[in-house]
């Protein structure tokens, strides 16, 4: 396969996806910021801080050069944090050529701005193609050949079908979908539910809360989603309630392991610097918060994390009022 590619970002989704297409045959160079951190990894070939124990093919290239490193790449990988997409793109969109694909598995919305990162891109650099990778795909698993299935989106079905057939592997198995806002929505607001079913789990409430934080955080997704002009079927399907899953009920999800230190008492940042990663949700709670109020769409469970998070509210309480709501049906016509 005489493709190659470009990851920014070498945390543990950018090295995960570069260890999947250097299997592949893909030739990939895997960029991260910091030099000494480069260098580590090119001598060690591994991750030690993301991905302990995995790794890195010898087709891999580690370098911080942004530059150079982005040169006649047929994809661009974003997997930067998303408040770090719109520096990462002033860097290089001079350079960036029309025919390259950006690609993105960052799952959130900027703050500030209450940009998804297709608008980032398409304010940035105008001209490019554009998709977007999301769905149930846990970094660590994705490195260890566990089966996984995600979904690629983008308003361009060429480019679509182009990203699934650069990622299918019998181990990795891609849709896609034509619904860029919708998957990009369910993939950054999961994380906010995720960060509440973790809170519910410090808390020590059990399997019946969390379902119904799951349950009806899909559904305020959705009501989200569709006043954005997503498809609503969307979010039944990876990018929606299989990312919601996956990311509520893991270990590996380090939204769920930061709600679970904020529901025994820590606060956000405390419970951030114990996860040792970005923890997304954090950021997007604030983005969604807003984003809804702007929007006038209702938002209970989201309203209620991001008033835990940045109001100071009694996180013991938020379960209480969401109970107490007024009485209401449960299918919206």
């Not at 989200?224 to 009920?249: H, P, Q, R, W, Y």
């Not at 939204?255 to 610097?273: D, T």
Request: charged share 25%; aromatic share 4%.
């Amino acid at each position: 396969m005489d493709k190659n590619i470009c990851v920014l970002g070498g945390g543990s989704w950018g090295s995960a996806l570069s260890i999947l297409l250097a299997k592949k045959g893909v030739k990939v160079d895997l960029w991260v910021r910091d030099e000494k951190k480069a260098i580590e990894m090119n001598e060690s070939r591994e991750n030690i801080k993301y991905l302990p124990g995995v790794i890195l093919p010898s087709n891999i290239n580690i370098t911080s050069n942004i530059k150079e490193a982005i040169k006649e790449k047929d994809i661009l990988l974003l997997a930067v944090p998303t408040q770090a997409v719109r520096a990462t793109l002033e860097n290089i969109k001079d350079h960036i050529k029309k025919d390259q694909i950006i690609v993105n598995v960052a799952k959130g919305i900027e703050v500030g701005t209450l940009l998804r990162i297709s608008q980032i891109v398409k304010e940035l650099v105008p001209n490019s193609k554009y998709a977007i990778l999301s769905g149930p795909s846990h970094a660590e698993e994705v490195a260890k050949d566990i089966p996984t299935a995600i979904v690629v989106a983008s308003k361009d079905k060429e480019t679509a079908l182009y990203v699934q057939e650069f990622f299918m592997t019998p181990k990795f198995r891609v849709y896609t979908n034509e619904d860029v806002v919708g998957v990009e929505l369910g993939g950054a607001i999961k994380n906010v539910i995720a960060l509440g079913a973790g809170i519910s789990d410090g808390l020590g409430h059990g399997d019946n809360t969390k379902a119904a934080l799951m349950n009806r955080g899909i559904i305020e997704i959705a009501r989200l989603g569709e006043k954005m002009g997503a498809n609503a079927m969307t979010f039944a399907g990876l990018s929606g309630i299989g990312d919601l899953i996956v990311t509520c009920t893991s270990m590996h999800s380090r939204n769920r392991r930061a709600g679970i230190k904020i529901g025994e008492g820590l606060s956000m940042e405390e419970a951030s610097r114990e996860v040792g990663m970005v923890v997304e949700g954090i950021k997007t709670s604030k983005s969604a918060y807003n984003l809804a109020k702007k929007l006038n769409v209702e938002m209970p469970i989201i309203n209620e994390i991001y008033q835990v998070l940045y109001e100071g509210k009694d996180v013991k309480n938020s379960v209480i009022n969401l109970m107490l709501r007024d009485k209401t049906h449960e299918v919206e016509m």
